[in-house]
């Protein structure tokens, strides 16, 4: 059976708990971890860690439209990190944990505008949305020790305070779009 294959690009904080979060939807075929949107090639995690390079940590995601749509990872992308803090999730800080979006066609572009109107535009009390959205060039794969890093280290103290509060929400918030086990 073939499946249709599409890419999303998405960086909201750190790419352990991005990464964690997307692994569990269903039409998701391979997500990586790695750096987009700098200025070096090749960039390394110290290089991106020290925010210099102007790299975000972000995820890679090739996903089936057929049974995931474009918007329901936008849903998810919202809805599990804080698309309203510049440069900063919780306690990371610094460019390298942005909330970007990496566009891949005009369509991704003009649906991740709209839904950031219809985010602003639900709440006027709220704090607005700085997602970027940029163009996508080039993605960098991080370092194997980074990729499936929650799945390889639950007992993680970072996983057990950061990850797994993130991916209960997901849980509860997007059941219908979870994978089945």
């Known amino acids: 059976m073939d499946t249709q294959k599409e890419i999303a690009v998405f960086g909201g904080g750190c790419f352990w708990c991005t990464e964690a979060v997307f692994q569990m939807l269903k039409g998701i075929n391979k997500v990586l971890p790695g750096y987009s949107g700098g200025s070096i090639e090749n960039p390394t995690y110290e290089q991106v860690s020290s925010g210099k390079t102007?790299?975000?940590?972000?995820?890679?995601?090739?996903?089936?439209?057929?049974?995931?749509?474009?918007?329901?990872?936008?849903?998810?992308?919202?809805?599990s990190h804080d698309p309203t803090t510049k440069n900063r999730q919780g306690s990371d800080v610094g460019p390298q944990y942005r909330s970007v979006i990496f566009h891949t066609t005009p369509g991704q572009k003009s649906e991740a505008e709209k839904i950031i109107k219809e985010i602003n535009g639900s709440d006027s009390a709220g704090a607005p949305v700085v997602t970027e959205i940029?163009?996508?060039?080039?993605?960098?794969?991080?370092?194997?020790?980074?990729?499936?890093?929650?799945?390889r280290n639950r007992g993680y103290p970072y996983c057990e305070v950061i990850i797994n509060p993130k991916l209960e929400k997901v849980q509860h918030e997007f059941a219908e779009l979870l994978k089945k086990k």
Do not use: M, W
Not at 134 to 151: I, Q, R
């Open 54 to 79: 102007g790299h975000a940590e972000v995820i890679y995601i090739e996903y089936d439209p057929a049974q995931i749509s474009y918007r329901n990872l936008l849903a998810v992308f919202f809805g």
């Open 134 to 151: 940029e163009p996508f060039t080039k993605f960098y794969e991080a370092e194997d020790y980074h990729k499936n890093f929650y799945e």
